[in-house]
């Protein structure tokens, strides 16, 4: 359940960015369509993970908030596979911005267009470049 997993992930970080309240929304809409009556509870849970972030920044604090959202996403999903399609969707369009860059994982992906004369130099690290 690696999807799980990265959902855990990816809410925790956007529960300390600007962005926390629409990752809070976004999830709490996943519950609500399978537990309606469960939602409002999530919400609420997604707040006091925030705050013990605020208040406690360290990696362990995040680690172990992680791992707990992971949990429920994984619970969520094995009742509710079908809503695996909407918590994609949900990464990619709610919680992905709130992901710092270096936090996505090792995947570099480069595009550009030279036309003519013009050069493209892309470096997912250093570069140096000599032109004489």
Do not use: C, K
């Not at 629409?22 to 369509?33: E, F, H, I, N, P």
């Not at 079908?82 to 860059?101: D, G, K, S």
């Not at 992906?109 to 570069?127: C, K, L």
């Amino acid at each position: 359940m690696a999807l799980a997993s990265t959902a855990g992930s990816a809410v925790v970080t956007a529960l300390t960015t600007d962005l926390w309240q629409r990752a809070q929304a976004s999830v709490g809409g996943l519950w609500r369509r399978a537990y309606p009556e469960r939602a409002d509870t999530v919400e609420a849970e997604l707040t006091e993970t925030r705050d013990l972030l605020l208040a406690a920044p360290e990696d362990d604090v995040a680690e172990t908030s992680a791992e707990e959202w992971g949990l429920r996403f994984r619970r969520l999903l094995t009742t509710h596979p079908a809503l695996a399609e909407e918590l994609r969707r949900v990464l990619a369009e709610e919680l992905a911005p709130a992901v710092p860059v270096h936090s996505q994982g090792n995947s570099t992906v480069f595009n550009a267009t030279a036309s003519g004369h013009g050069r493209v130099y892309q470096s997912a690290g250093n570069q140096t470049i000599n032109e004489r």
